[in-house]
């Protein structure tokens, strides 16, 4: 099947800073990828979706000056959490393509 | 809204067993649903769909069937394996197999013990 990648696989930042997560699509290509967050032992909660080339449509109650997404090619998205803070640490995963492969996930911790 | 509500895990059996896991969902429309399956330290995988009423999706030995009157897509496998260890996610679209949101359940997690 489809191969999605994420890098980095897990991050620990000190809060203030900013984190990027890459999530790419290997042997295809995504005009719409997707990006959830997941808390432990919860649900999958989808944050925004991201559309190549143009801006990316966020969830409702998700800030979209926190959480940056550009999607600048068919094969890349990037997801930036900015000024990171404890309440943030989760786990991060992005989907790619109309059947959704999803990529391993990014975990996430803010010191 | 629409929403899945799964059985909460952890689910232990043993090699053999015949295995149920439970899904019910709620949807205004008329959803697809899935099962995913996440092996440890893999990313989520589609292990099955059903995209009407009564269809029935099937994998590796996986079943479930979509019962709009009971709104329910229960997952089965009749004989488990300590390889079919991992999370499991039920999970509904509400614009079919389109490019468009899924809505997941919180995960089941299966042990299964040689």
């Known amino acids: 099947g489809a191969v999605v990648s994420q890098h980095p696989s897990w991050v620990i930042c000190k809060s203030g800073t900013s984190v990027k997560i890459e999530c790419r699509s290997l042997d295809f290509q995504a005009t719409t990828m997707f990006w959830y967050r997941q808390f432990p032992k919860q649900s999958l909660m989808l944050m925004a979706t991201?559309?190549?080339?143009?801006?990316?449509?966020?969830e409702q109650g998700v800030e979209k000056d926190k959480f940056l997404i550009n999607h600048a090619s068919l094969t890349l998205s990037t997801l930036t959490v900015t000024s990171a803070h404890p309440e943030d640490s989760s786990f991060y995963i992005c989907?790619?393509?109309?059947?959704?492969?999803f990529g391993p996930g990014t975990r996430l911790t803010v010191l | 809204g629409n929403s899945v509500t799964q059985m909460e895990g952890p689910v232990t059996l043993s090699e053999e067993a015949f295995l149920t896991i439970n899904c019910t969902y709620t949807a205004t429309g008329y959803p697809s649903l899935f099962w995913y399956v996440q092996y440890p330290g893999e990313g989520l995988q589609l292990l099955l769909k059903a995209t009407k009423a009564d269809d029935k999706g099937s994998n590796k030995g996986f079943e479930a069937t979509y019962r709009k009157e009971t709104t329910s897509f229960h997952l089965e496998k009749g004989s488990v394996q300590v390889s079919d260890s991992a999370v499991y996610f039920c999970?509904?679209?509400?614009?079919?197999?389109?490019?468009?949101?899924?809505?997941f359940g919180k995960g089941t997690r299966l042990h299964i013990l040689p």
């Open positions: 989907s790619a393509g109309r059947t959704q492969y």
């Open positions: 999970a509904l679209s509400d614009q079919g197999n389109r490019d468009d949101k899924i809505i």
């Open positions: 991201s559309n190549e080339g143009s801006k990316a449509t966020y």
